[in-house]
């Protein structure tokens, strides 16, 4: 059975960037972000995409666009019109990670089968949002949280979440 997980930092009002850039930087999450996700293929908006220097190595990049006329030339990126299409594209592939942006974390959270969600515990002005979890359809499966320190400005928690 496939595994598809969002994977997200949002902030306690569920906040996650603004002006396609994150709001907070937590060195200890990207690390774990990246530990979690090389190997895999990881699913993405444009715009998502576009906020990348350049794509993040070792992961099969499937970008979503509504834009037919999208083009990458890096390897290891698919461009794609539909969550349904990125989805046929990791056909092979048993575990998925869904990783951006809210409008993308929307569309997968039907289909969802884990959240790895980093709550950052401060809320924050943002044009990008992480959807709201429904405790009725997901549990907290594993909890770590990590206070404030030198690297990080902000107290903030990874949570696990499995369905029900």
């Not at 699913?43 to 220097?53: C, N, V, W």
């Not at 790895?116 to 949280?145: C, G, M």
Request: glycine share 4%; hydrophobic share 35%.
């Amino acid at each position: 059975m496939k595994t598809i997980t969002l994977i997200a930092a949002a902030a306690e009002n569920n906040a996650l960037g603004k002006n396609n850039d994150l709001l907070w930087h937590l060195p200890d999450d990207f690390k774990r972000f990246k530990k979690i996700t090389t190997g895999h293929a990881i699913i993405m908006g444009r715009k998502t995409f576009e906020s990348f220097p350049k794509p993040l190595p070792n992961r099969k990049h499937i970008i979503i666009t509504r834009d037919k006329n999208y083009k990458t030339n890096y390897q290891d990126c698919f461009v794609v019109h539909s969550l349904e299409e990125a989805i046929v594209l990791t056909e092979k592939e048993s575990i998925v990670y869904i990783i951006g942006g809210g409008e993308i974390y929307a569309l997968g959270l039907p289909i969802a089968t884990k959240i790895e969600l980093t709550r950052v515990h401060e809320s924050f002005e943002a044009d990008a949002f992480f959807p709201e979890i429904d405790l009725n359809r997901w549990k907290i499966s594993q909890e770590e949280y990590h206070p404030k320190d030198e690297n990080h400005n902000y107290d903030f928690t990874y949570l696990s979440y499995t369905l029900k």
